[in-house]
């Protein structure tokens, strides 16, 4: 009891003193400018005692000597300050101008952030799409207004359709020049793999920048109409320490929907209406043919790093691992790839050398995309499998479906592509003139394809023999170019100058061998192919910073392409841009401006990838030895002749040019806490490359790639980005992007016809038909149909449309342009939040305004699919044949085509870190592709030609993710 009232006698006057210890602080937290800041974070450093300032920048918070007190605020310098008895503690922040000075890359050089005159949006990897990404730009699909990137299907390391601004051509590439560490890669990709940029592991990506307008792409010239993409793969840091880091992610991914085909009663129903129903040609099994071919995936990558750096030496090296399964049985991407780079400085740092090289074993095992169709299609009251264990299948019918189940169990097709990728870059600061840099860079990326593909002959074709193919080849991609920089300061005109001029070589090299099966079951080896074609191109670019107020760049490409004949060979890409920093005029001094900028541009950029080395010379291309002609007897015995084909030709055949026009507004408000742009464009490709028809007997082909017209293009890009919250627990960030565009045809002939329009779009159902059409006026995915006359119950009528020209009779005069595959606008939403160690983040994606044909409904949503098949068996139908009972093809009505906007939950991204003294575990767990919103009833809405037909579905994923780091 005693021991007890000395405790709590000790008590009452311990607690007076602890509480007399403790003092109010108070005080006011202002920028330079002596202008109050809400919302500044206050925290006592190692505790959980915090506030924060109110609207006029006041505060008061519990402090004891010697505690120290951490004040934080977006766009300023974090400071601290030991707490002795101040009273007030009045607090300035200094402006953090990181934010604003942050460099971005150009092309030949670099700018910050604030000094940028061109459309130049750069994304790191903190806003990278998270997951067991496989292919590089998936990491940026919905991060950049202007910029939709499709996937081409679920298909394990399957390539992507990227656009930036809609594309600039027609039959000529659209896809952006991509360039990884100086080095720009062949735009047609490489041999034998699924997509060329897989070659680049994703985990080695520091950030990608991309280049929209012309002014800012006009220094790539001749192949930057469709923007360009530049890619910085990460590399070592200056004094750093060692680091080890180990990342697993292991995915499992199945297929969630499928095409929507009559069940095995309701086809069964349907067959027993033909009038020669024969019931001995069914089964009586109930077989979901689309669930026989698709399987649950998994897949595992690994990723080892290694990286550490010295006051002159920095180098990293990671070793990587990905396997990844298909949902489409058989179907598996493999890469294992070692990635190293090193950066050397010399001469007190005035010389840099910088190497990455990255050797990369690419393997694919293809699987039979045809089972999709297939399955689609076959039977579903047979068993994938006869009593006695062998496939059944419709033996002697040459015309009918095989078995899927056995076309991917039996067709085997391998491929590997060995590659490496090298850039070596010097960076000289000259002596003898401060300010005065050279830069070269060469660039080697050189791969080589071997493939064997072996396929069993058709069970249902009595004629038909076991095929072989057996390819190889190899792709050569070298650069050489260099530049000199001269960078100084014109204090009495108070002018930053900043100037550039180089020289570029590049060349492709392509050589292809083959040797197949033939119809006689003979191996024969096809004539080696040679592919090659050359760049050469002086550049120069001049930039000015007047006042740190006024900005002017100027750029010029002169390029020469081989693919050209020499009165077309060279030509001149010019750019100009200015720049305005309002937010640094006296007038908008202590606003709630802290970046406000507004910036105009124009550039001429063009276009050479048309596909064709020497489409200006007249070529002779050898027949196959299995389409030679008889020419004459030798005792007796007919002699064959391999024939020479002669090409079509158009000697006068020129760039592309493309001129682009842009003007936008950057801001920054509450100190960078909320930014933005706001970009309008309008871009007009003329000598346009199509290829059309051409005149009986004006060529060598009634087919002809040539330079006759343009297309019009023109847009608004807005991006908002803002940090919701911001404290030392927790940080919230929102990103929104949004674009609205519009492409059409304004002139596609060479004469005057202005009903000319050149057929595209096939589809399936009958041969050669197609089901959209470039004409003058109108988008380059717009579709060409039948306008549909439906009953007072609003069912379609089966051969009723629209008389449009009122001549009592329905022809091809009455088809009409409607809709389109292409989106009136596209967007993003990201948000990130971080509470602790937890962290959480998620990407939508949305289309609006596009329109999908469904193919596979028009083909076979009917009723002659079932009972009218060309032999003796049965074929499944699209289940729309029980709304429209169709009894034949349907194909050219515009009641197949269907609105297709879409939202879609990208990614969703859960994980936390688990920090420790030598040892950092992070978890995650990420799932992707969890639902879409959409009222299009087809597989997908998301196909980019907007034709839905046999698609190679997207599987749902679930990752789980380790990630250690000593």
Do not use: C
């Not at 007030?88 to 934010?99: G, I, K, Q, S, Y």
């Not at 084909?645 to 000697?651: A, G, L, V």
């Not at 006759?708 to 940080?731: H, P, T, Y």
């Amino acid at each position: 009891m005693k021991t007890f009232l000395n405790s709590m006698l000790l008590l009452v006057f311990l607690i007076p003193t602890v509480m007399w210890s403790q003092t109010t602080v108070s005080g006011t937290v202002t920028d330079q400018a002596n202008v109050p800041l809400p919302g500044v974070n206050i925290l006592i450093k190692g505790t959980n005692t915090g506030t924060t300032t109110d609207f006029d920048g006041n505060y008061s918070i519990s402090a004891k000597n010697g505690d120290v007190i951490v004040f934080s605020y977006v766009g300023f310098k974090l400071q601290e300050f030991n707490y002795n008895g101040q009273q007030p503690l009045n607090v300035t922040l200094a402006e953090d101008t990181a934010l604003l000075d942050e460099i971005v890359l150009i092309g030949y050089g670099s700018t910050t952030k604030q000094d940028a005159t061109g459309s130049v949006e750069k994304v790191s990897e903190k806003e990278f799409n998270q997951g067991a990404i496989v292919s590089p730009e998936q990491l940026l699909a919905g991060k950049s207004a202007g910029v939709r990137i499709t996937s081409g299907g679920g298909d394990p390391g399957g390539g992507s359709e990227i656009r930036i601004r809609g594309g600039a051509s027609l039959s000529a590439n659209n896809s952006p020049l991509i360039v990884i560490d100086g080095l720009p890669l062949d735009q047609r990709g490489v041999q034998g793999v699924r997509n060329q940029l897989n070659a680049i592991n994703p985990n080695d990506i520091e950030d990608f920048v991309v280049l929209k307008d012309a002014s800012a792409t006009a220094i790539y010239g001749s192949r930057a109409s469709n923007g360009v993409i530049l890619i910085t793969t990460k590399k070592g840091k200056t004094n750093a320490p060692l680091k080890v880091e180990y990342d697993l992610k292991a995915s499992v991914a199945q297929v969630t929907d499928f095409v929507d085909v009559l069940t095995a009663n309701e086809f069964r129903a349907i067959a027993e209406t033909d009038t020669n129903f024969d019931g001995s040609l069914l089964g009586n099994a109930s077989t979901d043919w689309q669930k026989q071919i698709y399987q649950t995936a998994v897949g595992a990558i690994h990723n080892v790093t290694v990286s550490q750096g010295f006051d002159s030496f920095n180098f990293r090296a990671n070793v990587n691992h990905t396997s990844q399964q298909g949902v489409l049985t058989g179907d598996l991407y493999e890469r294992n790839s070692v990635n190293l780079s090193a950066v050397k400085r010399l001469l007190d740092n005035d010389l840099k050398l910088t190497l990455t090289t990255k050797g990369i074993l690419d393997d694919n095992k293809y699987a039979d995309k045809g089972a999709i169709g297939s399955a689609i299609g076959f039977d579903p009251t047979h068993q994938v499998y006869n009593a006695d264990g062998s496939y059944f299948q419709y033996v002697g019918q040459s015309l009918a479906l095989v078995n899927p189940v056995f076309s991917l169990d039996n067709n085997n097709n391998r491929a590997r592509n060995k590659r490496n990728i090298t850039n070596f870059n010097i960076d000289y600061n000259l002596p003898f003139l401060e300010g005065l840099k050279f830069n070269l860079n060469a660039g080697l990326d050189y791969s080589e394809l071997s493939g064997k593909e072996y396929r069993l002959a058709s069970p249902t074709n009595p004629g038909g023999f076991n095929y072989e193919n057996f390819y190889e080849g190899f792709n050569r991609n070298s650069l050489l170019d260099f530049f000199f920089n001269y960078k100084t300061d014109l204090t009495s005109l108070n002018t930053k100058i900043d100037l550039t001029a180089g020289h570029s070589y590049q060349e492709f090299f392509i050589k292809s061998d083959r040797s197949e099966t033939e119809t006689a079951g003979n191996l024969i080896a096809r004539e080696t192919i040679i592919n090659r074609n050359a760049l050469e191109s002086y550049f120069a670019r001049a930039s000015f910073d007047i006042a740190n107020k006024y900005l002017l760049s100027l750029t010029v490409r002169r390029d020469g392409s081989s693919r050209f004949g020499e009165k077309n060979r060279w030509s001149t890409f010019p750019g100009v841009s200015a720049g305005w920093k309002l937010s640094n005029e006296a007038f908008l001094q202590n606003s709630i401006f802290s970046n406000l900028k507004l910036r105009a541009g124009w550039g001429k950029t063009g276009q050479q990838e048309i596909g064709q080395n020497y489409g200006y010379l007249g070529v002779y291309t050898p027949g196959r030895s299995d389409a030679s002609v008889q020419f004459g007897y030798n005792n007796g015995v007919p002699q064959y002749v391999n024939t020479l084909r002669p090409e079509e030709f158009d000697e006068n055949l020129k760039w592309e040019e493309t001129s682009q026009y842009n003007v936008a507004l950057d801001f920054g408000l509450f100190n960078e806490r909320l930014t933005g742009t706001v970009d309008a464009y309008y871009r007009e490709t003329n000598d346009l490359l199509a290829t059309i028809p051409t005149a009986a007997g004006s060529n060598l082909s009634d087919l002809l790639t040539t330079n006759v017209g343009s297309v019009l293009s023109k847009g608004i890009e807005f991006s908002l980005n803002g940090a919701l919250a911001r404290s030392e627990d927790f940080n919230w960030d929102m990103a929104f992007n949004a674009t609205l565009q519009e492409n059409k045809i304004t002139k596609l002939s060479l004469g005057n016809d202005p009903n000319f329009f050149i057929a595209q779009g096939g589809i399936s159902g009958g041969v050669g038909n197609n089901i959209q059409l470039w004409r003058e006026g109108l988008d380059p995915s717009t579709f060409y149909v039948f306008r549909q006359v439906y009953d007072t119950a609003g069912k379609p009528i089966e051969g009723a449309y629209v008389d449009v020209n009122g001549d009592n009779q329905i022809t091809e005069a009455d088809k009409q342009a409607y809709k389109k595959a292409s989106p009136d606008a596209y967007l993003g939403f990201t948000n990130t939040l971080n509470y602790k160690n937890l962290d959480f983040s998620f990407t939508f994606r949305g289309s609006l305004g596009n329109y999908m044909y469904n193919n596979v409904a028009s083909d076979r949503g009917n009723i002659t699919t079932v009972n009218d098949a060309p032999g003796q068996y049965y074929v499944n139908a699209h289940s729309s044949v029980l709304t429209t009972n169709f009894q034949k093809q349907v194909l050219f009505s515009d009641y197949h085509i269907r609105r297709a906007d879409f939202v879609k939950l990208d990614n969703v991204s859960l994980g936390y870190l688990v920090p420790g003294e030598n040892l950092n575990l992070r978890l995650s767990l990420t799932a992707t592709n969890l639902f879409t919103i959409t009222e299009y009833e087809g597989l997908d809405p998301e196909i980019s030609n907007g034709i839905d037909n046999n698609f190679y579905p997207r599987p749902q994923t679930y990752v789980l993710g380790l990630n250690f780091t000593f």
